[in-house]
């Protein structure tokens, strides 16, 4: 067990140097570098693949359960309302500021030094296993994804992101798709075609009121939205096509593959879901980690945001410093407060049960 405080300061000076660093979806070669380098300089034997990187506990014995501690270090693109450079890290009135501070770097060092803090311990009935993970904010498949196959089998995994260090049990998934509606072009001034636009708005006027029947009871009921729509080519000629894209935010009270069916059962455009991987989580509130979580003040949540929770297929558990709030706001910050606190009620949670 090392000194926390020591901990926490390398965990911020780890932060300050991830923030300096580009690192945008894709584009995270240099923050993996730092990450391996900094796990090197310890003399931690570390694991890599693209840019994802993940190291075990000294003590690592294939007869013990594992814990899977993961956040990502890929970012957003700097929004055009920011007042200072995204890449400075830069502290004031206890708050650090820099793309990546909030969203989720404050989470990956403060789990870092979690890991740290077990790292040589031999008496813990848990192995764990710690991976920084790319292209999260994107969903990529060279993201955490990418290396389930390669880092072993898993009992459970508490995923950095912000959430205030409350405990996010449920967290929605996703589903993009695409509709058309096909009708009959024709021209405008006669009575010629049919109009596939007044199809398609019988269909947009299904998503904007229908409910789904089952809601669930951390995440409400499913949330549908149409977000884009596209059709016509001339004010004169009556469109033989609509097509128009759905956000549709699932729970666990079906699966995609049910939310899909139900949709296409009602509506008459054809429906086509871009992907039915990013899938809606959820943790028992009896769980251990959970109840931990609880015992020491923590409150539960469901979570409307979602995360690389959505990929990972253990029962995983939402849980980080900073707000959620901030993620991906111009001139982001943390608290460095929220990180110390972090990396303690991480180590007090955890000490409950390893």
């Given at each position: 067990?090392k000194?926390?405080e020591?901990?926490f300061?390398?965990?911020?000076?780890?932060?300050?140097?991830?923030i300096?660093?580009s690192?945008?979806?894709?584009e995270?070669?240099l923050?993996?570098n730092?990450?391996?380098?900094?796990f090197?300089?310890r003399d931690?034997k570390?694991?890599r693949?693209?840019?994802?990187v993940?190291v075990?506990?000294?003590?690592?014995?294939?007869n013990?359960?594992?814990?899977?501690?993961?956040?990502?270090?890929?970012t957003?693109?700097?929004?055009?309302?920011?007042?200072?450079?995204?890449l400075?890290?830069?502290?004031?009135?206890?708050?650090l500021?820099?793309?990546?501070?909030?969203?989720?770097?404050?989470?990956l060092?403060s789990?870092?030094a979690?890991f740290?803090y077990?790292?040589?311990?031999?008496?813990?009935?848990?192995?764990?296993?710690?991976?920084?993970?790319?292209?999260e904010e994107i969903?990529?498949?060279n993201?955490?994804?990418?290396?389930?196959?390669?880092?072993?089998?898993?009992?459970?995994?508490?995923?950095?992101?912000?959430?205030?260090?409350?405990?996010?049990?449920?967290?929605?998934?996703?589903m993009?798709?695409?509709?058309?509606?096909?009708?009959?072009?024709?021209?405008?001034a006669?009575d010629?075609?049919?109009?596939?636009?007044y199809?398609?708005?019988?269909?947009?006027?299904w998503?904007?009121n229908?409910?789904?029947?089952?809601?669930?009871?951390?995440?409400?009921p499913?949330k549908?939205?149409?977000?884009?729509?596209?059709?016509?080519?001339?004010?004169?000629?009556?469109?033989?096509?609509?097509?128009?894209?759905?956000?549709?935010?699932?729970?666990?009270?079906?699966?995609?593959e049910?939310?899909l069916?139900?949709?296409?059962?009602?509506?008459?455009?054809?429906v086509?879901?871009?992907?039915?991987r990013?899938?809606?989580?959820?943790?028992p509130?009896?769980?251990?980690?959970?109840q931990?979580g609880i015992a020491?003040?923590?409150?539960?949540?469901g979570?409307?945001?979602?995360?690389d929770?959505?990929?990972?297929?253990?029962?995983?558990?939402?849980?980080g410093?900073?707000?959620?709030?901030?993620?991906?706001?111009?001139d982001?910050?943390?608290?460095?407060?929220?990180?110390?606190?972090?990396?303690?009620?991480?180590?007090?949670?955890?000490?409950?049960i390893?």
């Amino acid at each position: 067990m090392k000194d926390k405080e020591i901990l926490f300061g390398d965990a911020l000076a780890l932060l300050k140097q991830l923030i300096g660093l580009s690192s945008l979806s894709k584009e995270e070669e240099l923050t993996a570098n730092l990450i391996d380098g900094f796990f090197r300089e310890r003399d931690i034997k570390t694991h890599r693949k693209g840019h994802n990187v993940w190291v075990y506990n000294a003590y690592y014995d294939t007869n013990k359960p594992t814990i899977l501690l993961n956040s990502h270090h890929d970012t957003v693109k700097p929004n055009t309302g920011y007042t200072r450079d995204p890449l400075a890290a830069t502290v004031e009135d206890g708050k650090l500021y820099g793309l990546g501070s909030n969203d989720a770097g404050g989470c990956l060092v403060s789990l870092i030094a979690t890991f740290l803090y077990f790292y040589e311990r031999k008496d813990l009935k848990y192995n764990f296993c710690l991976v920084a993970s790319a292209e999260e904010e994107i969903s990529g498949k060279n993201g955490i994804e990418y290396v389930l196959g390669d880092i072993g089998p898993m009992d459970f995994a508490i995923v950095g992101e912000p959430t205030l260090m409350n405990l996010a049990i449920a967290e929605k998934g996703l589903m993009v798709l695409d509709c058309n509606a096909t009708g009959k072009a024709g021209h405008a001034a006669r009575d010629e075609g049919d109009n596939a636009i007044y199809k398609a708005l019988k269909d947009v006027e299904w998503f904007k009121n229908y409910a789904i029947e089952k809601t669930s009871g951390t995440l409400g009921p499913i949330k549908m939205s149409v977000t884009v729509i596209q059709a016509g080519s001339q004010h004169n000629v009556v469109p033989a096509n609509c097509s128009f894209v759905v956000d549709v935010r699932t729970t666990d009270a079906y699966s995609n593959e049910e939310t899909l069916a139900i949709i296409k059962s009602h509506v008459a455009s054809e429906v086509t879901a871009r992907s039915t991987r990013l899938k809606s989580s959820s943790i028992p509130e009896s769980h251990p980690i959970v109840q931990a979580g609880i015992a020491l003040g923590r409150q539960v949540y469901g979570s409307p945001t979602m995360s690389d929770q959505a990929l990972i297929p253990v029962t995983s558990l939402k849980l980080g410093p900073g707000d959620s709030a901030r993620s991906h706001m111009a001139d982001e910050f943390i608290y460095i407060d929220e990180i110390r606190e972090g990396i303690n009620l991480y180590i007090e949670i955890l000490n409950k049960i390893v």
